[in-house]
């Protein structure tokens, strides 16, 4: 069953509010700044949502469909850009997961925030943590999602669960990223490196529960 007391951690874990946006936050890719760091960032949000199953907590994450010009097939949190209708960061990432996923807004309960992201590609992204009651079934939208799959939130704690990987993109610079395994999927790059910020500033401490 849901832990509450274990989301009740995690919330006070987080910030209660996001970061404004002239807060370029943290950078997690080897150091290297954004291919095209000579444009403003363009702000973006994401849903970084514990799906409350009987099993206990997981998290969601999708894979882009293939039928997209950014970020083909990637494996991903919901969300993306922030739009200018878009009141708040909140708002443009509970829209895009409904439009992804047909996660209702209303089955989203935001505990709170992590600091601003600033990835390699010049998107400064606003992680919001919520918790998702889900009133029916996710569906993917076949143009933007390939399918969604959940990550028991157990697997993300241990350290052994992640490794780093090197790749080179755009500019020939060696970046280093995170990845994660999971079943048949491999979480890697900014949504990785998300998680990987997620367990250090609200699941680290869980973590001699779990070795």
């Given at each position: 069953m849901p832990d509450r007391a274990l989301i009740d951690r995690i919330a006070k874990r987080l910030l209660d509010r996001p970061q404004d946006d002239f807060d370029t936050g943290c950078h997690k890719v080897d150091g290297v700044?954004?291919?095209?760091?000579?444009?403003?960032?363009?702000?973006?949000?994401?849903?970084?949502?514990?799906?409350?199953?009987e099993t206990g907590s997981h998290v969601?994450?999708?894979?882009?469909?293939?039928?997209?010009?950014?970020?083909a097939g990637q494996i991903a949190f919901p969300g993306g850009k922030i739009d200018e209708e878009d009141e708040s960061s909140t708002v443009a990432a509970l829209r895009e997961a409904h439009e992804e996923v047909d996660l209702h807004p209303n089955d989203v309960d935001?505990?709170?925030?992590?600091?601003?992201?600033?990835?390699g590609t010049n998107y400064l992204i606003t992680p919001?943590?919520?918790?998702?009651?889900?009133?029916s079934e996710f569906i993917a939208n076949p143009d933007e999602?390939?399918?969604f799959f959940e990550v028991p939130l157990p697997?993300?704690?241990?350290?052994?669960?992640?490794?780093?990987?090197?790749f080179v993109r755009g500019?020939?610079?060696?970046?280093e990223t995170w990845r994660i395994d999971?079943?048949?999927?491999a979480i890697w790059g900014i949504t990785a490196s998300m998680t990987r910020m997620f367990r250090e500033t609200a699941l680290v401490q869980e973590l001699a529960e779990h070795e």
């Amino acid at each position: 069953m849901p832990d509450r007391a274990l989301i009740d951690r995690i919330a006070k874990r987080l910030l209660d509010r996001p970061q404004d946006d002239f807060d370029t936050g943290c950078h997690k890719v080897d150091g290297v700044p954004p291919l095209n760091h000579q444009k403003p960032p363009k702000p973006s949000a994401v849903l970084i949502g514990l799906v409350q199953r009987e099993t206990g907590s997981h998290v969601l994450y999708i894979e882009r469909s293939s039928k997209l010009r950014a970020h083909a097939g990637q494996i991903a949190f919901p969300g993306g850009k922030i739009d200018e209708e878009d009141e708040s960061s909140t708002v443009a990432a509970l829209r895009e997961a409904h439009e992804e996923v047909d996660l209702h807004p209303n089955d989203v309960d935001v505990i709170g925030y992590l600091p601003n992201y600033l990835s390699g590609t010049n998107y400064l992204i606003t992680p919001v943590v919520g918790i998702v009651r889900p009133s029916s079934e996710f569906i993917a939208n076949p143009d933007e999602v390939a399918s969604f799959f959940e990550v028991p939130l157990p697997h993300l704690i241990p350290d052994q669960h992640y490794s780093k990987i090197r790749f080179v993109r755009g500019d020939e610079a060696q970046r280093e990223t995170w990845r994660i395994d999971f079943q048949d999927r491999a979480i890697w790059g900014i949504t990785a490196s998300m998680t990987r910020m997620f367990r250090e500033t609200a699941l680290v401490q869980e973590l001699a529960e779990h070795e």
